[in-house]
T-cell receptor, first 116, second 112 residues
Framework: GAVVSQHPSRVICKSGTSVKIECRSLDFQATTMFWYRQFPKQSLMLMATSNEGSKATYEQGVEKDKFLINHASLTLSTLTVTSAHPEDSSFYIC????????????FGPGTRLTVT | GENVEQHPSTLSVQEGDSAVIKCTYS??????FPWYKQELGKGPQLIID?????GEKKDQRIAVTLNKTAKHFSLHITETQPEDSAVYFCASLTDSWGKLQFGAGTQVVVTP
């Protein structure tokens, strides 16, 4: 199957700082990438959808100025958590879809963010 | 909008027995139904999927069945092994440019 990587796998940062998470599709070009967050023992919650070269579409309740998403190329999307606070601590997961008309989505391994 | 319900929330089975997880969806326009396996601390892994023009799909020990009339689909794992222990999520998709709607997940524990 298709491979999606994320970097870093875990990060600890201090309150008030910003953190960038990278998501890469390694063996296919991803026209659409998705960002999710997941709290312990819960399902995945979609934060935003990004299409290459255009602005991300955020889900209701997700602050677009706090969670900056950039999808600059067909293989890379980044999520920047700005002015992080302890409540932003979570497991962030990206997924990628190859092209319009293709249904399959492949997930990255996730990034554990801890804000102290 | 689409709503996906998943049952049971936890499932404990003896090694070698079968496990069945059921999901129901609300939007009759949904036409793609993937299943994901998530191990602790890892991202979800696509294990099998089915499209609305197919009633059943099998891949070795796992199978998925779809009943469009009743709007439910199920994951079947036969001859379970300890490495099948994980959280399993069902999901549905209405169109190829849309977003997945996930069920709440099922924690499967396979005991030796």
């Amino acid at each position: 199957g298709a491979v999606v990587s994320q970097h870093p796998s875990r990060v600890i940062c201090k309150s008030g700082t910003s953190v960038k998470i990278e998501c890469r599709s390694l063996d296919f070009q991803a026209t659409t990438m998705f960002w999710y967050r997941q709290f312990p023992k819960q399902s995945l919650m979609l934060m935003a959808t990004s299409n290459e070269g255009s602005k991300a579409t955020y889900e209701q309740g997700v602050e677009k100025d706090k969670f900056l998403i950039n999808h600059a190329s067909l293989t890379l999307s980044t999520l920047t958590v700005t002015s992080a606070h302890p409540e932003d601590s979570s497991f962030y997961i990206c997924s990628a879809r190859a092209q319009t008309g293709v249904y399959e989505q492949y997930f990255g391994p996730g990034t554990r963010l801890t804000v102290t | 909008g689409e709503n996906v319900e998943q049952h049971p929330s936890t499932l404990s089975v003896q090694e070698g027995d079968s496990a069945v997880i059921k999901c129901t969806y609300s939007d009759s326009a949904s036409n793609y139904f993937p299943w994901y396996k998530q191990e602790l601390g890892k991202g979800p892994q696509l294990i099998i999927d089915i499209r609305s023009n197919v009633g059943e799909k099998k891949d070795q020990r796992i199978a998925v069945t779809l009943n469009k009339t009743a709007k439910h689909f199920s994951l079947h794992i036969t001859e379970t092994q300890p490495e099948d222990s994980a959280v399993y999520f069902c999901a549905s998709l209405t169109d190829s440019w849309g977003k997945l709607q996930f069920g709440a997940g099922t924690q499967v524990v396979v005991t030796p």
